[in-house]
């Protein structure tokens, strides 16, 4: 399970059993280092678990950290609502701060700062009914490299529109959740948040990395399976659009099916539906025909010619012992299979693959976590002959951050004991970009009239090497609010096959609650 899943902008409820009774219903929302808290959890009991849906469902999480022993969790997450309590009768509420302060030097003389909070609460109503609500805002001055991403999207990435101006970035990031569950089995989720499905740190199917979306979820959990039906209502801004606030709708229908084979063994399939709710001809909106719940219901309609564009992906998870896993992810855009097994390089065969491990406590170094994995997307996937229908939500793509066209290899290595943690985070990626030939490095241009038919490749076009390192070291300074002070130093180095080079570095202080992932790798 990645551990670094679960970026939702609501609210981490508590994973600390003791001191209260916990709801049945509900979802829990973690952060890197809740995730890993629960990740070593769930290797230490060696139970059966769904790691490729998140968030995860409480009862879920509850059943695994109720049974595993304390000992076995370093630095284990006994996060929560800072004030909770009765609110009488049976109903419990809950109320949590956001913070997120931080100051930066950079090597060009210039200071990086934000200054960010908000609030997050919860209510709750007896076993069956949970409601989550946040909001999270501020400012910041931020590197150069994410102030290019956001003057050419007009976004900042995974907090939505850029409200400021100049160097100065702005953000406001609302985000609330509504779940009910009338059974152990069964629970119904709707809000404006996130959802993700994968194994790994990035999701080559859908991932936590963009801007927030209204959805709906169903979930049935019946034996070792764990069912889960999405429907979601994205937008599609484009450059003209951010300025002149002209957004267009556009909706999805997903289905993933997770089956745990065994303790150690989980395996998913997944497929998801996007398409645009307008068009020169008609008004569509969401279409009733997607509300069927049935799994691989779509396919049939797209070999008949359906012009919405279709994904579909598998996950997998092998635990080895209860000190280590690997895992994987394919996904399918679109292929011929003649072409495929002739391997040559066809526009269309769009594909992605990701491999990846994970281990705890390697060489006996207790609470030492190390992770490494490879992300590979061929040019064109995710793209649509409309660009209204790439698989993109918010000028982010909805998959993995580099959008198509790359490889990326990460690693992280991760050590918490007691309330002092380290970590390192490296990412390796070469990737393709555009310029004037269509080559399949915008997933946001229309893959009509591609530069080749033939003889394409994996970071074709304008080469981009990137490397990406940060480090820290720093302190829990309040475990139930997961407030961490921290020291951490940035070095980012990006070069073209056209000559040029740069690189930023910058090292300061931040003290956040770190309620949510970012990923500001690329």
Not at 132 to 154: K, M, Q, T
Not at 181 to 196: E, K, L
């Amino acid at each position: 399970m990645s551990a670094t899943h679960g970026k939702i902008r609501i609210i981490l409820v508590a994973l600390c059993l003791a001191g209260g009774v916990r709801a049945q219903t509900g979802a829990d929302f973690l952060d890197r280092f809740g995730s890993m808290a629960l990740e070593r959890a769930v290797f230490a009991r060696d139970t059966f678990f769904h790691p490729a849906v998140v968030p995860f469902r409480q009862n879920e999480v509850r059943a695994v950290l109720a049974s595993a022993d304390s000992a076995e969790i370093p630095g284990s997450a006994c996060f929560g609502p800072y004030i909770s309590g009765s609110l009488g009768g049976k109903w419990y509420g809950g109320l949590s701060p956001m913070l997120d302060l931080s100051a930066e030097a950079t090597d060009q003389g210039s200071a990086l700062f934000r200054t960010a909070g908000g609030i997050q609460a919860s209510l709750r109503y007896g076993d069956k009914l949970e409601i989550f609500g946040a909001f999270f805002g501020g400012f910041e001055r931020a590197p150069a490299y994410i102030n290019a991403f956001s003057d050419s999207l007009g976004v900042l990435p995974g907090l939505g529109r850029n409200r400021g101006s100049g160097d100065l970035s702005a953000f406001a990031l609302p985000a609330f959740a509504v779940m009910y569950s009338p059974s152990r089995y069964f629970q119904v989720d709707a809000g404006f948040g996130t959802n993700s499905f994968g194994s790994g740190y990035r999701s080559l199917l859908l991932s936590d990395a963009a801007y927030n979306y209204p959805y709906l979820k169903l979930t049935t959990d019946v034996w070792r399976f764990k069912y889960t039906n999405l429907f979601a209502a994205m937008t599609h801004i484009g450059d003209e659009a951010v300025r002149s606030e002209n957004f267009r709708p556009k909706y999805t229908a997903t289905h993933h099916l997770s089956w745990a084979v065994s303790r150690r063994v989980t395996v998913s399939v997944f497929e998801s539906v996007l398409w645009q709710g307008s068009d020169s001809l008609s008004d569509r909106g969401f279409d009733p025909h997607y509300l069927n719940p049935v799994i691989f219901y779509r396919p049939v309609e797209f070999a008949m010619g359906s012009p919405d564009r279709m994904l579909v992906g598998a996950d997998v998870q092998v635990r080895l012992g209860k000190k280590a896993a690997l895992y994987g992810q394919f996904m399918l855009d679109e292929f011929l299979l003649e072409n495929l097994r002739e391997r040559n390089g066809w526009w269309a065969n769009k594909w992605g693959i990701q491999a990846g491990a994970t281990v705890f406590d390697p060489l006996g170094l207790e609470g030492l976590r190390l992770q490494g994995e490879f992300n590979v997307v061929r040019p064109f996937t995710y793209s649509h002959g409309s660009p209204l229908q790439s698989y993109t939500h918010f000028n982010q793509p909805l998959a993995h951050p580099l959008g198509s066209n790359f490889y990326e290899a990460v690693f992280f290595a991760d050590y918490e004991r007691g309330t002092w943690f380290a970590g390192s985070h490296t990412v390796v990626s070469r990737y393709g970009r555009d310029g004037g030939a269509n080559m399949g490095g915008n997933i946001f241009r229309s893959y009509a009239n591609p530069e080749m038919i033939f003889g394409n490749r994996i970071a074709q076009g304008i080469r981009n090497d990137l490397v990406f390192q940060r480090v820290s070291v720093g302190k829990v300074i309040h475990r139930k609010m997961n407030l961490r002070l921290s020291l951490r130093a940035t070095v980012r180095a990006l070069s073209t096959d056209g000559g040029s080079f740069e690189t930023e570095a910058f090292a300061g202080i931040s003290l956040s609650t770190g309620f949510f992932n970012r990923y500001r790798d690329f």
